[in-house]
């Protein structure tokens, strides 16, 4: 049961990597020369969202 609840919560990680490498795409095409800009802050941002999942798997496993 808790791996089914981990599924359905993996789903706001999932998301949320997927808007934030559009927003960095869509950045990137407007005004190219920001892309270092833009990537330092979109890996921040992939490893935030990333820390919730691995949060969620973690007490998955502990509950």
Same mark, same amino acid.
């Given at each position: 049961?808790?791996?089914? +609840?981990?599924? &359905?919560?993996? $789903?706001?990680? /999932?998301?949320?990597? +997927? =808007? $934030?490498? #559009? @927003?960095? $795409? #869509? /950045?990137?095409?407007?005004?190219?020369? #920001?892309?270092?800009? &833009?990537?330092?802050? @979109?890996? =921040?941002?992939?490893? *935030?969202?990333? @820390? =919730? @999942? $691995?949060? +969620?798997?973690? &007490?998955?496993?502990? *509950?």
């Amino acid at each position: 049961m808790n791996m089914i +609840g981990y599924g &359905l919560a993996a $789903i706001g990680p /999932g998301v949320g990597i +997927g =808007l $934030i490498f #559009a @927003a960095y $795409i #869509a /950045g990137v095409a407007r005004q190219p020369e #920001a892309q270092g800009r &833009l990537q330092s802050i @979109a890996i =921040l941002g992939f490893a *935030l969202a990333e @820390a =919730l @999942a $691995i949060i +969620g798997i973690a &007490l998955a496993f502990v *509950l």
